[in-house]
């Protein structure tokens, strides 16, 4: 089901569940996001594959605009809680509200359902906690990123850290 949200920068931003054809042209929005923002933490990493978008593509909503993507995110719900990871908007259209929209959208599918709470992670060193907590989202929990990650690093040039985040509806 698609909709469209005006964003706090006067973007049309609709959106809609991604498809098989949106892949490749997600592949390179994400890997570009997490560039921007994780990139001095995990130099020279990719963050999503083509196929690893595949695999999702049910849970993987489109922000478009002017009928391009102009970013995704992964959404899924379990009983009263939803989730939400992987939101990235074109590194070209950072500031026009495409993340703020996205987030909107998957409260607003998170109240429909029947969700209490939506639930994020974050790399504390990205610095996106300060943008999560002006949507109401709160850190729960701190953890070292190897031992989030079960040890591995993901070939950080530093020590990093995961940040659960939460927001109740």
């Given at each position: 089901?698609?909709s469209?949200i005006?964003?706090?920068?006067s973007?049309r931003?609709t959106?809609?569940?991604?498809?098989r054809?949106?892949v490749?042209?997600l592949?390179?929005?994400?890997n570009?996001?997490?560039?921007k923002t994780?990139?001095h933490?995990?130099p020279?990493?990719?963050r999503?594959?083509r196929?690893?978008?595949l695999?999702?593509?049910?849970?993987?909503?489109?922000?478009e605009?002017?009928?391009?993507a102009?970013?995704?995110?992964?959404?899924?719900?379990?009983?009263e809680?939803?989730?939400?990871?992987?939101l990235?908007?074109?590194?070209?259209?950072?500031?026009r509200g495409i993340?703020s929209?996205?987030?909107?959208?998957?409260?607003?599918?998170?109240?429909?359902?029947?969700?209490?709470?939506?639930?994020?992670?974050?790399v504390k060193?990205?610095n996106?906690?300060?943008?999560y907590?002006?949507?109401?989202?709160r850190v729960?929990r701190?953890?070292s990123g190897r031992?989030?990650?079960?040890?591995?690093?993901?070939?950080a040039?530093?020590?990093w850290?995961?940040?659960d985040?939460e927001?109740?509806?």
């Amino acid at each position: 089901m698609a909709s469209s949200i005006e964003s706090s920068a006067s973007t049309r931003v609709t959106m809609r569940p991604a498809t098989r054809d949106d892949v490749d042209a997600l592949v390179p929005l994400v890997n570009e996001a997490y560039r921007k923002t994780e990139g001095h933490v995990f130099p020279g990493t990719t963050r999503t594959a083509r196929g690893d978008l595949l695999q999702q593509i049910e849970r993987i909503i489109v922000a478009e605009v002017d009928g391009r993507a102009a970013g995704c995110m992964y959404f899924a719900m379990e009983g009263e809680r939803a989730h939400f990871g992987m939101l990235a908007a074109d590194v070209r259209m950072h500031g026009r509200g495409i993340g703020s929209a996205l987030i909107a959208h998957a409260e607003a599918l998170a109240r429909a359902a029947g969700c209490h709470t939506v639930h994020l992670e974050s790399v504390k060193e990205a610095n996106l906690v300060p943008f999560y907590q002006r949507r109401g989202y709160r850190v729960t929990r701190e953890t070292s990123g190897r031992q989030w990650n079960g040890g591995a690093d993901w070939g950080a040039a530093a020590d990093w850290h995961m940040v659960d985040m939460e927001k109740t509806l």
